[in-house]
């Protein structure tokens, strides 16, 4: 069997590269790196399918010193030490540099095993990791590496690189294509900045085709590109950084009132499958967002999500978009939110003290009380309901914790207490 076209048609030079103009670009600081010979210790973060491995292979095959190349899902404690073990033998004369692929998978020991050496220079170390590198490298490693983040290819800058995939592939099974005006667009659109995807999309696209007459071109068109490509598109890897940054951005379009946007991220979540997570953010938005603004929504959106998981996806969709749409659009308040934080603040700084004599749960006084009685004053025995006493502690009497939110529901209640309580 043969290689993934993605393999076959690897880059060479960095002018080849698509995207990441930000740092090959004419005159951008990694390019001047790479083109001094004078590598650092560098660790490449960003999506899969941007290039990473790509350069570092580039970098790699480029350099004098010996190449070791190890990936961080497979490799163990016992590969790192043979790779040391060669140092200062007529292998490695000019020491070695070591390309280590998903570095994220290394563990902490794993990681502190190469640091005298990359810190020496005895080893060069090239990383590659999909995740964020200050939260899955060890500090040491990172003091002294040098991070560049590369980002996913636009569509735009992704066509180059999608015609080379069907010259190869042309050149490759002496045929000719005829490519449906639009297709070129729709796979660069549909791989979603992944350049790997993009071009295998190209070879299923190709051997998804009707095998044309002698002499014919062959067909490739938008419908089956659709058929191939259905959810080619979304990035959701559960242990990902990707993952919470769709929920993140699926509560924020919410929180900031942005139905078109809530909605897209709603889709992206439940076409991965994801029920629970976008119930879950569903939940909190409606009472830490809306909360006291519209205290009705807690509860409509409760039975949405009870629908929800009640019929199952597909069908879990439509309460789920009604109910997005309503929390996006309703007003907004965080009040009640904002004052537990302030409460729990106290709470967590032991500013907190005996629960008031008249609201004790005890109708008898020890022989020791020097208040006798609970005179606890029952609030419906009262003019409407309320009579002014105390209820915090005696040392946070004074506190203030909940600020009533300029929307109408919460200042119509600010409005009435106010009336009552003069």
């Known amino acids: 069997m043969s290689s993934p076209l993605a393999d076959r ?24 790196i790479i083109e001094s010979g004078n590598i650092p210790n560098l660790i490449f973060y960003g999506p899969s399918g941007t290039g990473k491995t790509t350069v570092a292979r580039m970098i790699a095959g480029a350099t004098k010193k010996r190449l070791h190349i190890l990936n961080g899902t497979s490799a163990s404690l016992s590969d790192v030490k043979d790779v040391i073990a060669e140092l200062g033998t007529i292998a490695a004369p000019n020491g070695l540099l070591l390309y280590l692929d998903e570095i994220q998978y290394f563990n902490k020991k794993q990681q502190q095993s190469l640091l005298q050496y990359i810190e020496n220079g005895d080893i060069t170390l090239i990383a590659s990791t999909t995740e964020n590198p200050y939260f899955y490298i060890y500090s040491a490693v990172l003091s002294r590496s040098t991070v560049f983040e590369f980002k996913h290819v636009s569509p735009e800058d992704a066509l180059p690189a999608i015609d080379r995939a069907f010259r190869f592939l042309q050149q490759e099974n002496g045929e000719t294509y005829e490519i449906e005006d639009g297709l070129r667009e729709y796979i660069a659109e549909a791989s979603g900045g992944d350049m790997r995807k993009a071009v295998n999309i190209c070879e299923m696209c190709v051997l998804g085709a009707p095998i044309p007459q002698p002499g014919q071109p062959r067909s490739l068109t938008l419908e089956r590109a659709g058929q191939i490509c259905a959810k080619t598109g979304a990035h959701y890897d559960k242990k990902g950084d990707e993952y919470y940054d769709l929920l993140s951005g699926f509560q924020k379009s919410m929180r900031g009132s942005d139905p078109d946007a809530a909605i ?3 889709a992206r979540i439940l076409e991965a499958g994801d029920l ?147």
């Open 276 to 422: 629970i997570s976008a119930c879950r953010r569903l939940l909190v938005c409606a009472n830490e967002d809306v909360g006291l603004a519209y205290p009705m929504i807690i509860p409509i959106v409760k039975a949405a999500v009870d629908t929800a998981m009640q019929v199952g996806l597909p069908e879990a969709r439509i309460p789920l978009a009604n109910a997005v749409i309503l929390v996006s659009t309703s007003p907004k308040s965080n009040s009640a939110y904002l004052a537990y934080d302030k409460a729990a603040a106290d709470v967590r700084q032991g500013r907190a003290g005996p629960v008031p004599r008249q609201l004790q749960n005890k109708h008898y006084d020890g022989a020791d009380a020097q208040q006798k009685g609970q005179n606890y004053l029952y609030p419906h025995d009262y003019p409407n309901h309320w009579v002014r006493q105390q209820y915090l502690p005696d040392n946070l009497k004074d506190a203030v914790y909940y600020t009533p939110g300029e929307n109408k529901n919460e200042q119509a209640a600010k409005a009435y207490w106010e009336k009552i309580k003069q």
């Open 264 to 266: 897209h991220y709603l």
């Open 9 to 32: 048609i690897r880059p060479k030079t960095l002018d080849e590269l698509a995207g990441q103009k930000h740092l090959f670009g004419e005159g951008a600081a990694l390019r001047n």
